[in-house]
């Protein structure tokens, strides 16, 4: 009758997490997870300036997704005729306009 070595299946799950762990820490030194990060923290801090919720968001951007997908592109119609390459957005005095009462009522309900 043979026993079980529960000691053995320890230190071989103990192995495999230890590599996990050191391909993880490998994966957060990539820029794409670093550009990830940043991205995500850009978007809650704009949710929160505007108002928005998640699903709100994700609606929004697969809206987008089917308008672009059709070859229409609705922020062309925000462009002067005639405007430059490069168009700069003043979006301080939106920001401003925001209340502190809309930011605390979108950080509550983005942790939902």
Known sequence: MSRSHTLVELRLVEHQLATM??????????????????????L????????????????LLRARD?????????????????????VSVDVEPVLKNVSKNEQSQARESSYA
């Open 21 to 42: 762990l050191v391909a993880l820490s490998k994966k957060k030194d990539q820029p794409d997870y670093l550009l990830d990060v940043e991205f995500h923290t850009q």
């Open 44 to 59: 809650k801090a704009l949710m929160i300036a505007f108002g928005y919720t998640t699903p709100q968001v994700v609606k």
């Open 66 to 86: 089917k308008l672009t997908q059709r070859g229409v592109n609705p922020l062309l119609d925000l462009i002067p005729s005639g405007a430059s390459e490069t």
